[in-house]
């Protein structure tokens, strides 16, 4: 076993174990002096806040000053854009033949599709390939193309191209492969390709290396010289833009003589999906496109949709991109991790609705199981540390008795707690090398500098804030020191405190069915449009009540009126006194028994006599 430990703040797991037995713990402010709340110490940062730009906002859109606040704090800075991110539709979208490579790509379809030439779509193991493989299969069997998909094995053949499929590809009769969320680093395996007949078309939306691959054509949005607008797509975006080119090149050539042409909203169901499940952020296109695949997601008309919105519990209704997030993506993410994806896409592609229900029953099992094993490593990684951490040095840590399918969950687990970039490693002890997974913190770009520590590594890839490895054993403690020696000279002490960016101070008074209403416009949620995050000081906190597996429930009394509010996995850890609380929340409603009530989302709490970092 290898360790490189780090020291982080004590009292962040020193109380960890103080567990309820009771489902359900009262306790009244008004007969207990004490409330155990389960939140660290947090900098609040109330962003600035803009009123002249907010009453331009508020005056040209017929928007509330508050809401026009909170489009200036998501960085838009004209009405132009303002305008567009509340009211643009899919007519709105990029051209997709702005996308370099993209007419290339299309003309060899085209070609591939009259000559009948067998096309294989190679995808990557996460929901955001398992969803890019399914829009292109799904739209390729559409218009009679011979399609194939071949999705690697996690453990057995790793991210990305692997020359033995390749093999076995060009054995099943491909002459054209297109690859989805991968490739744009595969030089070697592309090279094998090219010298076996095989044509590659890389749809991909990772950071290109300097050298790109040798592929017949390449749609990557960050590639040099591409001019295409927006650069964060995810890999399923990628490839619904390729799905978009060709179904306008095949109108315009009149493929469609006695039918109309796939109606492609049908598809934007998995482009939701893959699109939150990656992380990338939610603006511009990305925003566009999740906001109507939601649309199609609440519908589930695909019958695999329908079957894992039972399994996981999903309630009836308008589906949220938290719902995708944690009740559907994780489910046939498990797949990937834990066994083969290959469950997961044919759960998206069956059309048999009996068959559906047992794929759904299979990912919800394997579901399971690897809670069981993020659990298990999770705790052991913390246990590596004997419950301390240094703010000085960000975590690596590695273990032959780790699954390297689920380590990048745990990583995020780790970065949770500690607020650390975290590394995790799996070690093959056969092989000698180790498959680590990357999460880092605000500030601490991976990539980057992961590619400082290139001469250490076999390969890497990923993004700022996630990222994959793999790594000679004999190099993971020089590696540790360099990726150490890195956070040092660009982290400073105040960076490794967590922080909540604040949307603005708001009395609780000022809330109304119609304020949140309107903030609700902003939806979808999520990395680079948060939810609107407010803070009230100088309340009074009426009572608690500890409810579920550890979560906070409390009553705020103010002006007369009482207000609910409740903290997800609060429920133990640090103590307030009867003091003046000040609340860090997210506004929004509560449907109960068909009573529908406004209720705050708790981010953090903090005494009133405490001072704001």
Same mark, same amino acid.
């Given at each position: ?138 739209? &390729?069997?559409? #218009?009679?193309?011979? $399609? ?5 094995? @996690?453990?057995?053949?790793? =991210? *990305? /191209? ?110 939701? &999906?893959?699109? #939150?499940?990656?992380? $990338? ?5 990305? @925003?566009?496109?999740?906001? =109507? *695949? /939601? ?113 990048? #969950? ?204």
């Amino acid at each position: 076993m290898i360790i490189f430990p780090c020291i982080f703040h004590r009292r962040c797991i020193q109380q960890k174990s103080q567990h309820r037995k009771t489902n359900s713990t009262a306790i009244s402010t008004r007969k207990n002096k004490e409330l155990i709340v389960n939140t660290r110490r947090k900098r609040w940062l109330i962003k600035e806040q803009n009123q002249t730009q907010s009453k331009i906002f508020s005056q040209s859109l017929h928007i509330s000053p508050l809401v026009s606040q909170l489009l200036i704090n998501r960085g838009l800075t004209t009405i132009e854009e303002a305008d567009y991110f509340l009211h643009a539709t899919l007519k709105d979208l990029h051209s997709p033949l702005i996308m370099k490579d993209t007419d290339k790509a299309v003309q060899r379809l085209i070609t591939a599709i009259n000559n009948r030439e067998k096309i294989c779509i190679y995808g990557d193991y996460d929901v955001d390939g398992i969803t890019a493989t399914a829009v292109l299969v799904l739209f &390729l069997r559409e #218009i009679q193309a011979d $399609v194939f998909y071949y999705l690697p094995h @996690r453990i057995e053949e790793g =991210y *990305g /191209l692997d020359i033995d499929a390749l093999k076995k590809i060009k054995h099943k009769g491909a002459h054209l492969l297109i690859t989805v969320d991968c490739g744009i680093a595969d030089n070697e395996a592309i090279q094998f390709a090219r010298s076996h007949n095989l044509d590659v078309i890389v749809t991909d939306h990772h950071q290109p290396p300097e050298i790109l691959p040798p592929a017949y054509a390449i749609l990557n949005p960050k590639q040099p010289n591409c001019k295409f607008p927006f650069k964060e797509l995810a890999g399923v975006g990628v490839a619904f833009n390729l799905v978009m080119a060709l179904r306008r090149e095949l109108r315009q050539r009149g493929f469609w003589k006695r039918a109309e042409p796939p109606n492609l909203k049908q598809y934007l169901d998995l482009v939701a &999906l893959g699109t #939150i499940a990656d992380i $990338v952020p939610l603006i511009d296109e990305n @925003r566009l496109l999740v906001k =109507y *695949g /939601l649309a199609e997601l609440s519908k589930a008309e695909r019958p695999g949709i329908r079957a894992l919105k039972a399994v996981s519990a999903t309630p009836d209704g308008p589906i949220t991109s938290d719902m995708v997030a944690f009740r559907l993506a994780p489910r046939i993410n498990a797949s990937g991790r834990v066994s083969t994806a290959t469950t997961g896409l044919e759960l998206l592609l069956t059309t048999d609705c009996v068959e559906a229900q047992r794929l759904a029953r299979k990912l919800n099992e394997e579901n399971s199981r690897r809670q069981q094993l993020e659990k298990s490593i999770t705790e052991e990684a913390k246990a590596m540390i004997n419950g301390e951490a240094d703010a000085n040095r960000p975590l690596v840590l590695a273990s032959p008795r780790w699954h390297q399918g689920v380590i990048g #969950i745990c990583a995020s687990r780790m970065v949770e707690e500690y607020y650390l970039p975290t590394i995790l490693i799996a070690i093959d002890e056969a092989t000698g090398h180790g498959k680590g997974s990357a999460r880092s913190i605000y500030g601490f770009e991976l990539y980057g500098v992961l590619k400082q520590c290139a001469s250490l590594l076999t390969s890497f890839g990923g993004h700022r804030q996630a990222a994959g490895l793999t790594i000679p054993v004999d190099n993971i403690q020089a590696f540790a020191q360099r990726f150490t020696e890195i956070f040092r000279d660009v982290m400073r002490e105040e960076d490794v405190v967590p922080h909540l960016e604040i949307d603005a101070e708001l009395p609780l008074d000022a809330l109304s069915d119609e304020l949140i209403e309107e903030i609700e416009k902003l939806a979808p949620f999520g990395t680079a449009n948060p939810e609107p995050l407010f803070c009230s000081t100088e309340l009074k906190l009426y009572s608690a009540m500890i409810v579920g597996n550890g979560h906070l429930k409390l009553k705020i009394k103010e002006g007369g009126c009482f207000y609910d509010a409740i903290g997800f996995n609060m429920g133990s850890a640090s103590t307030l006194n009867d003091e003046a609380i000040r609340l860090a929340f997210v506004p929004q409603f509560n449907v109960w028994q068909g009573v529908k009530n406004i209720q705050l989302k708790l981010k953090d709490i903090q005494i009133s006599s405490h001072n704001i970092v």
